[in-house]
């Protein structure tokens, strides 16, 4: 299994976020890295957002040893290539279509893509990719990747949109044929102190790893 996948298996959460400002943003990268988090998605959600993730790529090699991050909410070719010349990781789309599909295994790039409907997890499985993201998860409901998982065999399932940060929901998520959960705002609160926010991925990691 790619190495990425299995980070994220292993991690069962991968928190996402933008911030227009980079500090800010370097800050949550810092704070989830403490954590004990080494698979992030930085989000396409602003004019900022490639010119902050050029500068988080770039010190992360030094600053956030192991660190792999992605970047999401990436809708099209350009953008695809813009992230790839900056070295992202993984790609996270909002859709899947068999153009961005094709683009990303031409060019070498862990694409995971977002499906709502089977149609769309097929296009991924025929295309051979390995992980995918449910999207919107919370207008699915927790019964809905059990329900195609037999019907896709050795597809992993990322569901994202409307999960609570909290164990007891993570799990069930999980319990229900996840590999791992998308976490945005429920866990990355703009309240949060860094501090907060180390304390609170490290307690969730340790309650999702008792199980």
Not at 104 to 132: E, R, Y
Request: glycine share 8%; hydrophobic share 40%.
């Amino acid at each position: 299994m790619n190495s990425i996948i299995q980070t994220i298996r292993n991690q069962k959460i991968v928190p996402l976020f933008y911030d227009a400002s980079f500090e800010v943003s370097k800050d949550m990268v810092k704070a989830l890295y403490e954590a004990g988090i080494r698979a992030i998605e930085y989000t396409n959600r602003g004019i900022q957002a490639l010119e902050n993730f050029t500068k988080l790529k770039e010190i992360s090699v030094t600053e956030f040893p192991g660190l792999l991050l992605g970047i999401g909410t990436v809708k099209n070719i350009k953008e695809m290539d813009d992230y790839g010349r900056a070295k992202a990781d993984f790609i996270i789309t909002p859709v899947i279509n068999e153009e961005l599909v094709k683009h990303s295994v031409s060019k070498n790039i862990l694409l995971i893509p977002g499906c709502f409907t089977p149609s769309d997890v097929n296009i991924a499985f025929q295309n051979g990719l390995n992980l995918v993201k449910i999207f919107p998860a919370d207008a699915l409901g927790k019964n809905y990747i059990r329900s195609i998982q037999p019907v896709f065999p050795g597809m992993n399932f990322m569901p994202t949109g409307g999960i609570n940060a909290d164990a007891e929901d993570i799990n069930d998520w999980l319990k229900g044929g996840a590999v791992a959960v998308g976490l945005g705002s429920s866990l990355i609160k703009k309240d949060f102190t860094s501090q907060q926010l180390t304390e609170k991925v490290q307690n969730l990691l340790q309650q999702l790893n008792q199980n």
